[in-house]
């Protein structure tokens, strides 16, 4: 099935403590990006990739960071939690990184807390 | 620099009714415009989307969005609300200035439908 995948789904953690967060596609995509969604703001883009290896800041970047060493794969990194990055975080996917046409795929969502 | 609104936080609607949950954008040059779904604990669910051609555009579980370019909208519609249909709608807008597929999202739209 086609699908994109994170984990965990659920997470409370302490402040300070670095955590990653997975996400995997199964499409063969290029393009890959990182949201949170806070009540009332909507979903905010946090960094993205348009291939192996090619990273790029979004428009909520601080706090975070990312890699892409394969295609699959595209962990979002916390080296240092704070409360203010209690969020829901979605990944998604798409099969071309540009053009604009393209529909992007979601993941199932990861809730996390920072106490 | 694009933007998207969703003036309504809230949308209720007897089952059975006609829905619209409104969307208007600002983007240079052509908009691409989606919508998807969000249903309690879920990811997003990719609804449907414009590009280019015909103004009324059809997607799934019955809904349909009219683009409208003069009144640069491009509000979502169903002729007959379902209980079912209760979820969170977010409009998005392609954001055209880093040559990526980035989407830049409304804050979203509760749908409520009363049985």
């Given amino acids: 099935e086609a699908q994109v995948t994170q984990n965990p789904r659920y997470l409370i953690t302490v402040t300070g403590k670095k955590l990653t967060v997975t996400c995997s596609q199964n499409m063969n ?11 009332g703001l909507g979903l905010r883009q946090i960094y993205y990739s348009m291939n192996v290896e090619v990273t790029d800041k979004g428009d909520v970047p601080e706090g975070y960071k990312v890699s892409r060493k394969e295609k699959r794969n595209f962990p979002l990194i916390l080296e240092s939690p704070s409360p203010n990055q209690t969020s829901l975080y979605f990944c998604a996917s798409s099969l071309f990184a540009s053009g604009g046409q393209d529909t992007q795929y979601f993941g199932p969502g990861t809730r996390l807390t920072v106490l | 620099a694009q933007s998207v609104a969703q003036p309504e936080d809230q949308v209720n609607v007897a089952e059975g009714n006609p829905l619209t949950v409104k969307c208007t954008y600002s983007v240079s040059g052509n908009p691409y415009l989606f919508w998807y779904v969000q249903y309690p604990n879920r990811g997003l669910q990719f609804l449907l989307k414009y590009i280019t051609g015909d103004n009324l555009v059809k997607g799934s579980y019955g809904f349909e ?10 509000h979502l519609k169903k002729p007959s609300a379902l209980v079912s249909d209760s979820a969170l709608y977010f409009c998005a807008v392609r954001a055209l200035q880093t040559g990526a597929n980035n989407l830049f999202f409304g804050t979203g739209t509760r749908l409520t439908v009363i049985p």
Avoid: C, G
């Avoid at chain 1, 995509?29 to 009540?39: A, G, I, L, V």
């Fill in chain 1, 29 to 39: 995509h290029e393009y890959m990006s990182w949201y949170r969604q806070d009540p």
């Fill in chain 2, 65 to 74: 969005a009219e683009f409208n370019k003069s009144q640069t909208s491009f």
